[in-house]
């Protein structure tokens, strides 16, 4: 869901767990992320986004396991 900065809290907690990757929205109001780092700090990433920020309205959050890309950092996709 677009418009409850659910981008930026989700770098926020990215880069407080060391993980890796990026987050960006869809024109459809769909946020796509891919997360990179240790399974747990993942995991924990995961949750976050299954819950979001507050006044997020989070309908399901679909998993998909590929191989690293070797990300450097967390940020904001635009575009």
Same mark, same amino acid.
């Given at each position: 869901?677009?418009?409850?900065?659910?981008?930026?809290?989700? +770098?926020?907690?990215?880069?407080?767990?060391? #993980? !890796?990757?990026?987050?960006?929205? &869809?024109?459809?109001? !769909? #946020?796509?992320?891919?997360?990179?780092? +240790?399974?747990?700090? #993942?995991?924990? &990433?995961?949750?976050?986004? !299954?819950?979001?920020?507050?006044?997020?309205?989070?309908?399901?959050?679909? #998993?998909?396991?590929?191989?690293? +890309?070797?990300?450097?950092?967390?940020?904001?996709?635009?575009?």
């Amino acid at each position: 869901m677009q418009g409850v900065w659910f981008r930026g809290s989700t +770098e926020e907690a990215a880069r407080s767990a060391g #993980v !890796r990757g990026w987050v960006r929205n &869809l024109p459809d109001g !769909r #946020v796509e992320a891919v997360f990179e780092g +240790e399974r747990e700090a #993942v995991e924990a &990433l995961l949750a976050f986004c !299954r819950r979001g920020p507050p006044h997020a309205r989070v309908e399901r959050v679909e #998993v998909f396991e590929e191989p690293p +890309e070797g990300l450097p950092a967390f940020r904001i996709r635009h575009g």
